[in-house]
């Protein structure tokens, strides 16, 4: 009797934890699919069980994000949409937007330039909807100077 209370309350517990693991594929070295008990879910490439290569990562919040993987992070090559539905085409690096890449609102701004450390940093442009448009130094998001 002890014995099946126990084994119904083990699996009471175990019905509200969320899944997390490889759900398909080689999740050691090679193709698979991912899941992290946040939902997050990722599709791709896999190395020494990471992420790492080619893949699609898909965020619980709706956002979505394709493109290359180092050890676990966004880094290279990527697209990403926001959960708010503005989309970034670029580079990353440790899971942020770093280097080169273009960032589109839904308002229709759109900045193209350098980015470090997720904000827009260095030489770019911002064209508004209006037909303005702010050219020149960034940092830290912010438009210091024309050129």
Known sequence: MKQTVFTMCLLLVMA?????????GDCVNGEGVYEWSDGTRYTGTIRNKAPEGQGAMLYPDGGEYKGEMKAGSRSGKGDMVFPDGKKYS?????????GQGKMVWLDGRVYEGEWLDGMSHG???MKYPDGKEKKGEWEDGDFLEEE
């Open 16 to 24: 509200g934890q969320s899944f997390a693991g490889c759900v398909d």
């Open 90 to 98: 670029g580079q990353w690096a440790d899971n942020l937007m770093n």
């Open 123 to 125: 030489q770019g442009s």
